[in-house]
């Protein structure tokens, strides 16, 4: 076996070409995966135009070399250098001849190239096996080791060897990988980072929406209403009370909204008589961000209970401090729809809890679907009950009706109440017994 010598360090044993990577650029990346790559026990090469002046920049025990003689002394070589500056690989295409590269790049942003960076490396360089790959990592968490969060390398490329052949190092980095084709996914492995939150934008949107409407909403029936009819100032509501309808609203319909989805997938399978027809995209979308909507909504009831815990702190209330006669069925009303709330919210939790990836990892399918769809129609029935009897008969009287329209909480349960029905529909042992037989395959027309 010969000896390499490292620049400034002593000489260590060489590994065997089959252990001993070739990193192209020095940069952070570059520096990072190199790293990384030593920890794991390979030998790296790093390939510089100026191998003098880069030594000092590498990781110990790493070797520097130029591009040319790099190339020679690895089968699979990392490429973390921009793709502007692809073009240095041009004269070393003969040296390259068989090799793996794989190709990190990322954009600044969409549809910045006519083709994806990968693919535009397998046009410089056709003797090649490009794979595109390790790009959704960045340089810090190649640096930390991965974490549960991104564990996944996504790689796509033409020849399964060379796939195989990063595949085997990113199992030895301790990554996770998953082969997604061919190089033509290139370009959307390379979106993949430039993504912003993908799944909350939706979420997000109808959260602000939401409670964009309701605030004004209630901010002319409660506080403009007051001020044009009995001349009364009473805009400091709008910090408390206000923003302790608005929440709660949002969150109760934000949660129907997580439910409804489910329910009219399932009327679809029941209308269609199978399952094996696509849903239309606007529903698969909305159900893909199920998770976000349940989580919103949960932050929103959480803001909720915090307004409620501090009623009794807030110097208007204790202000009024009414003495008025003792009603039972008051007791009773006020009570009810109080621990319905907490019952309510102490699901809303679990549900938090349980969408989270490492929970999901300890529950099998059917606890996940349990827990999500079981309890999660019993937190709409909750939530939807102590709102109902929060309103009580309040809908008998007409002044609830100030100028001539229905409170926030009788518009925020009309949601609810139409999935809750459906729901029930659904759970009818006729029709249920339909469901079942359609989600395990059965398709109306086929038995004849
Ligand atoms: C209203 C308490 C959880 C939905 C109220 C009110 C109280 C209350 C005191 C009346 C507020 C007022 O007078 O302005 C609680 C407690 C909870 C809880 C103690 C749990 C610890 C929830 C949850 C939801 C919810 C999880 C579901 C999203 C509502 C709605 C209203 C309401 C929609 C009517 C708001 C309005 O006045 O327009 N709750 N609640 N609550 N709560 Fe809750």
């Not at 490429?79 to 390259?96: G, K």
């Not at 790009?135 to 991104?150: F, I």
Request: glycine letters at 8%.
């Amino acid at each position: 076996q010969h000896r390499v010598s490292t620049m400034g360090f002593p000489a260590v044993p060489a590994p065997p070409e089959s252990e001993r990577v070739c990193v192209f650029g020095t940069g952070d990346m570059g520096r990072s995966l190199g790293l990384r790559l030593l920890q794991a026990g390979y030998g790296v090469v790093f390939g510089s135009r100026r191998p003098h002046s880069s030594s000092s920049l590498i990781p110990h025990g790493a070797q520097v070399l130029g591009h040319a003689a790099a190339s020679q002394s690895a089968h699979l070589i990392f490429i973390a250098v921009q793709r502007e500056h692809y073009d240095f690989l041009v004269p070393l295409a003969n040296q390259l001849k068989g090799k793996v590269l794989v190709d990190l790049s990322n954009n600044l942003r969409k549809n910045q190239y006519p083709e994806a960076n990968a693919e535009y490396l397998q046009s410089l360089v056709p003797g090649a096996e490009v794979v595109k790959g390790f790009n959704t990592l960045s340089a810090w968490s190649l640096q930390n080791g991965p974490s549960d969060a991104n564990r996944q390398v996504y790689i796509c490329g033409e020849s399964v060897e060379a796939k195989q052949a990063v595949i085997a190092v990113a199992i030895k980095l301790g990554f996770s990988a998953l082969d997604q084709g061919f190089l033509s996914v290139a370009r959307e492995l390379e979106d993949f980072p430039l993504q912003l939150f993908p799944q909350w934008r939706l979420p997000l949107r109808i959260a602000i929406g939401l409670s964009a409407a309701f605030f004004f909403y209630l901010l002319i029936r409660d506080i403009i209403y007051a001020y044009v009819t009995q001349s009364k100032d009473i805009s400091f509501r709008i910090m408390v009370s206000l923003a302790n309808k608005v929440c709660p609203i949002v969150s109760l319909i934000m949660l129907s909204l997580c439910y409804l989805p489910g329910v009219l997938a399932s009327f679809l399978q029941l209308y269609r008589g199978t399952k094996y027809r696509r849903f239309p995209d606007w529903l698969d979308r909305w159900m893909l961000c199920r998770k976000q909507l349940g989580l919103l909504a949960l932050g929103f009831a959480f803001l909720h209970v915090l307004y409620t815990l501090i009623i009794p702190i807030r110097y208007y209330v204790r202000f009024k401090n009414r003495t008025t006669q003792f009603d039972t069925t008051t007791a009773w009303r006020g009570d009810s729809y109080l621990s319905l709330g907490i019952l309510g919210f102490g699901l809303y939790v679990l549900l938090g809890i349980t969408s989270l990836p490492s929970v999901i990892n300890t529950l099998s399918w059917r606890e996940f679907s349990f827990i999500q769809s079981k309890l999660g129609h019993l937190t709409l029935l909750l939530c939807t009950a102590h709102t109902y009897l929060y309103g009580w008969n309040r809908f008998l009287s007409s002044s609830t009706y100030k100028w001539y329209t229905p409170p926030g909480y009788m518009l925020c349960l009309v949601l609810p109440s139409v999935v809750l029905l459906l729901k029930l529909l659904l759970i009818t042992p006729c029709v249920d017994r339909t469901i079942t037989r359609i989600r395990q395959g059965w398709e109306r027309g086929a038995d004849q």
